[in-house]
């Protein structure tokens, strides 16, 4: 399984990006899909993740300003980021758990990271 992040890139104060997120490979099916993100020095923080059926969760540095969705027919998910601000400036990765057959129970992946820039 693999998964491939797009999207990211420079913007700034106050705009809004969008990352998505691509799972490919042997799925049967994908439970909890994720974005994370990252800042040298700093440990990876949930930025947000949503459940096969659609039950969200966000961290709380984020709440209000993004929404996490998913397309499961596509195996994707999308993270829009409204009103973006400078500390929101670090590498974003996404993460699926995956069972590739029925009768497995799911295994973690990521993507590779995708760099988001806000500039002030």
């Known amino acids: 399984v693999q998964l491939q992040a797009s999207g990211g890139g420079l913007v700034r104060t106050g705009g809004s990006l969008t990352l998505s997120c691509a799972a490919s490979g042997t799925i049967f099916m994908i439970d909890d899909m994720g974005w994370y993100r990252q800042v040298p020095g700093k440990e990876r923080e949930l930025v947000a993740t949503?459940?096969?059926?659609?039950?969200?969760n966000y961290g709380d540095s984020v709440k209000g300003r993004v929404t996490i969705s998913r397309d499961n027919a596509k195996n994707t998910v999308y993270l829009q980021m409204n009103r973006l601000k400078p500390e929101d400036t670090a590498v974003y990765y996404c993460?699926?758990?995956?069972?590739?057959?029925?009768?497995?129970?799911?295994?973690?992946?990521w993507g590779q990271g995708t760099q988001v820039t806000v500039s002030s």
């Open positions: 993460n699926s758990n995956v069972r590739a057959v029925w009768y497995q129970a799911s295994k973690a992946y």
């Open positions: 949503i459940g096969s059926v659609g039950s969200t």
